[in-house]
């Protein structure tokens, strides 16, 4: 006989891989992922980008303003690596505790990575610093190189810059963001105690069909692109396995649909809203449910070498879960993500 589980708690999850925005776009999305979450990692790609101390010290400062009162949530803020980077900076800014990682954006690989790295010898002093404090860098893993087919730029960035990168900089610590290929999540589960992976809520129930198959579907256009089925299914592998280096982050990337919905659209799916529903919903069908909690809640804490929250959240079965089909903001309306199935992990208030 199987027992059907409807109801489970678990220490408060937290998301290791945030868009907030800035301005009226992040006084409404900040709640949805505060509501949930009890930290975040920030990310800094922001126009212009969080590049020093005191950019990240004055964007802490505004989410902070942002969070609704009472709010318990947490922004772990990051600093985005370019080739003037100081070292100093970043060692003085995570000596205070004001920085919990570093993000490297390869120039032009992703939204608003303009000012990102072209030249890796450039950011190999600061990359020397990090190893040495241990403190992570969190790195987009595509290349942008225009040759390189799009499906394809994950696994060529593994082998000719993430792979000679670590090579060169022993004890670097690595999270390889939004993985979204069996490529990745081999690199990562062979590569030692120093790397990790985020893992979002839509790659592990989208493919590429989903955006391309019976028409375009730009809401679930984001980058990486998603890819063929077998990769989702090596993620959904990775994420309920239970293993250490694979954690959530949602990459919760909200833009207006005006720039979604046109004929270059933004790259980004907003996920704040459902993210732990839909994550809830692909470990039960997994039948993984036992090991939600690390991947949630327990092994990003681990690698980021944070104690895990003590709080913790109940998630319910039942009747579908409503959830706006997109939230107005004061820089237009946001779509949620769908999933394209119905949703019944509820967390309770
Ligand atoms: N993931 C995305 O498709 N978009 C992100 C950037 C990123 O995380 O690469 C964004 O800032 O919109
Ligand atoms: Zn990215
Ligand atoms: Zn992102």
Redesign the pocket.
């Given at each position: 006989m199987t027992e059907t589980i409807d109801r489970l708690t678990i220490r408060r999850p937290d998301d290791w891989h945030l868009?907030l925005r800035d301005g009226a776009m992040m006084a409404a999305v900040a709640p949805e992922s505060a509501r949930h979450f009890a930290r975040a990692i920030i990310?800094p790609?922001l126009v212009p980008p969080v590049v020093t101390a005191a950019d990240a010290e004055a964007y802490r400062a505004r989410i902070l303003a942002a969070l609704p009162p009472g709010s318990g949530f947490t922004p772990l803020m990051t600093l985005y690596l370019t080739e003037e980077t100081d070292p100093e900076d970043v060692a003085r800014a995570a000596a205070s505790g004001l920085v919990t990682a570093v993000k490297l954006y390869p120039a032009g690989?992703?939204?608003?990575s303009a000012s990102g790295v072209r030249d890796f010898d450039r950011v190999r002093g600061v990359l020397e610093r990090m190893a040495e404090i241990g403190l992570p860098l969190c790195v987009?893993g595509e290349v942008t190189d225009a040759e390189v087919d799009i499906f394809d730029r994950e696994a060529v960035f593994i082998e000719r810059v993430l792979e000679p990168i670590r090579r060169a900089t022993p004890g670097l610590r690595v999270v390889l963001?939004?993985v979204t290929t069996a490529e990745g999540v081999a690199y990562v589960r062979a590569g030692g105690a120093d790397i990790a992976a985020t893992i979002t809520a839509h790659h592990l129930v989208i493919n590429r069909n989903h955006i391309l198959a019976g028409g375009i579907r730009p809401h679930y256009y984001?980058?990486p692109v998603a890819k063929r089925e077998t990769h989702r299914l090596a993620l959904v592998e990775a994420a309920t396995s239970g293993e250490s280096p694979f954690f959530l982050g949602t990459?919760s990337?909200p833009?207006p649909d005006q720039a979604k919905l046109a004929p270059c659209g933004?790259?980004?799916?907003f996920t704040a809203p459902n993210a732990l529903s839909v994550v809830a919903e692909v470990f039960e069908a997994a039948g993984a449910l036992d090991r939600l909690e690390a991947f949630t809640s327990l092994n990003g804490p681990a690698f980021y070498r944070l104690p895990p929250n003590e709080a913790r959240i109940t998630l319910t079965k039942g009747a579908p879960v409503p959830y706006p089909a997109r939230i107005e903001t004061g820089a237009g309306p946001v779509t949620v993500f769908d999933p394209g199935f119905p949703l019944h992990w509820r967390v309770e208030a």
């Amino acid at each position: 006989m199987t027992e059907t589980i409807d109801r489970l708690t678990i220490r408060r999850p937290d998301d290791w891989h945030l868009h907030l925005r800035d301005g009226a776009m992040m006084a409404a999305v900040a709640p949805e992922s505060a509501r949930h979450f009890a930290r975040a990692i920030i990310m800094p790609n922001l126009v212009p980008p969080v590049v020093t101390a005191a950019d990240a010290e004055a964007y802490r400062a505004r989410i902070l303003a942002a969070l609704p009162p009472g709010s318990g949530f947490t922004p772990l803020m990051t600093l985005y690596l370019t080739e003037e980077t100081d070292p100093e900076d970043v060692a003085r800014a995570a000596a205070s505790g004001l920085v919990t990682a570093v993000k490297l954006y390869p120039a032009g690989a992703t939204t608003n990575s303009a000012s990102g790295v072209r030249d890796f010898d450039r950011v190999r002093g600061v990359l020397e610093r990090m190893a040495e404090i241990g403190l992570p860098l969190c790195v987009h893993g595509e290349v942008t190189d225009a040759e390189v087919d799009i499906f394809d730029r994950e696994a060529v960035f593994i082998e000719r810059v993430l792979e000679p990168i670590r090579r060169a900089t022993p004890g670097l610590r690595v999270v390889l963001e939004h993985v979204t290929t069996a490529e990745g999540v081999a690199y990562v589960r062979a590569g030692g105690a120093d790397i990790a992976a985020t893992i979002t809520a839509h790659h592990l129930v989208i493919n590429r069909n989903h955006i391309l198959a019976g028409g375009i579907r730009p809401h679930y256009y984001c980058l990486p692109v998603a890819k063929r089925e077998t990769h989702r299914l090596a993620l959904v592998e990775a994420a309920t396995s239970g293993e250490s280096p694979f954690f959530l982050g949602t990459d919760s990337a909200p833009h207006p649909d005006q720039a979604k919905l046109a004929p270059c659209g933004c790259a980004g799916c907003f996920t704040a809203p459902n993210a732990l529903s839909v994550v809830a919903e692909v470990f039960e069908a997994a039948g993984a449910l036992d090991r939600l909690e690390a991947f949630t809640s327990l092994n990003g804490p681990a690698f980021y070498r944070l104690p895990p929250n003590e709080a913790r959240i109940t998630l319910t079965k039942g009747a579908p879960v409503p959830y706006p089909a997109r939230i107005e903001t004061g820089a237009g309306p946001v779509t949620v993500f769908d999933p394209g199935f119905p949703l019944h992990w509820r967390v309770e208030a």
